[in-house]
């Protein structure tokens, strides 16, 4: 499909960009083809927050400070009510297959809105109170709530407190931006001068910060997001700065002919070096930690083989 980009802005108006590839120009510099406004959606309050439906290219979602959520549709550029709350809206979250979503609210209220489906009318409801105001959410295999401090807070689907995390190293006094990774089961925060990164145990089902880093001459992080293999999160600053940064556990190859990339734990990435146009394969732990990998030819065929994992 062809990339555009939402832009929200503080005036009022949210625009959409499409860039359109020029065949001189490398796929993997898309972002440097020629830009157009395709859409443009006028608003009567200031936009705070977009996020894109998995597998709907031709709708977005985005809140209004006014605490309205809408959804504008890309192909007759009109937009309408989803639901609105009657308070500030600081945050969304999808979920992510797509078939609901979470608001925030500066009355630390957040709201659950469901998607309609072929049996299902769409609903919406309120979900939970958090102590915070969620200017931090995300929804992951749990629902990641942050504000102003160190602290993070996660709940389950139902809106059950699990646990709180502190990420508070000495270094760190507020969180600014958070993002998940593709596959659901890391996060990274991002403050002023630190990035984060947490995992769930898959034994103990707990959040922890896995690893940290400096941010150097950032002065304060304002924009995450996380590349669609999971291999590494850039970081926007206020300064104007863009950083890119590798989230790879560990990285090593098999028998100089496959590429292992471990992206976190429990997470393997799989390329086969000598045929550079195979699908790379993916594997996941659910057990624990993923220790070792071998790769075994079958018997009786040269181009078949299977992976076995040790945890």
Not at 108 to 113: A, D, L, N, P, Q
Not at 222 to 232: C, K, Q, R
């Amino acid at each position: 499909p062809t990339p555009k980009l939402a832009v929200g802005q503080s005036d009022c108006i949210l625009f959409v960009y499409r860039w359109t590839q020029d065949e001189s120009v490398p796929e993997k510099l898309v972002w440097q083809g020629k830009k157009s406004i395709v859409n443009k959606f006028p608003e009567s309050a200031a936009i705070v927050s977009i996020v894109w439906p998995p597998n709907i290219a031709s709708q977005c979602v985005y809140a209004l400070s006014n605490g309205k959520i809408k959804v504008g549709n890309l192909r007759t550029n009109k937009s309408h009510i989803l639901y609105a709350v009657d308070s500030f809206t600081v945050s969304l979250a999808m979920k992510a297959n797509g078939t609901e979503l979470l608001s925030g609210h500066g009355d630390g209220s957040i709201y659950k809105f469901r998607f309609p489906t072929v049996s299902q009318e769409s609903s919406y409801d309120k979900l939970f109170h958090s102590s915070q105001t969620p200017l931090l959410l995300v929804w992951i295999s749990s629902i990641c709530v942050g504000g102003t401090g160190p602290d993070l807070t996660f709940y389950d689907v139902d809106g059950n407190k699990e646990q709180v995390l502190s990420v508070d190293d000495g270094r760190c006094s507020s969180l600014n931006v958070v993002c998940s990774s593709p596959n659901g089961r890391s996060i990274v925060v991002g403050s002023n001068d630190m990035l984060y990164l947490l995992t769930r145990e898959v034994q103990s089902k707990y959040w922890i910060n896995l690893d940290s880093k400096p941010l150097l001459n950032i002065v304060s992080s304002t924009a995450l997001a996380w590349s669609p293999n999971g291999s590494s999160v850039a970081v926007g600053s206020a300064a104007g700065l863009l950083n890119v940064y590798s989230t790879i556990y560990r990285r090593y190859m098999y028998n100089n002919t496959f590429a292992i990339t471990h992206l976190s734990p429990t997470d393997v990435i799989i390329h086969d070096k000598e045929n550079p146009n195979s699908t790379p394969i993916s594997i996941q732990s659910r057990l624990g930690e993923i220790e070792r990998i071998d790769i075994y030819p079958e018997p009786g065929f040269t181009e078949l083989r299977y992976v076995v994992g040790k945890v």
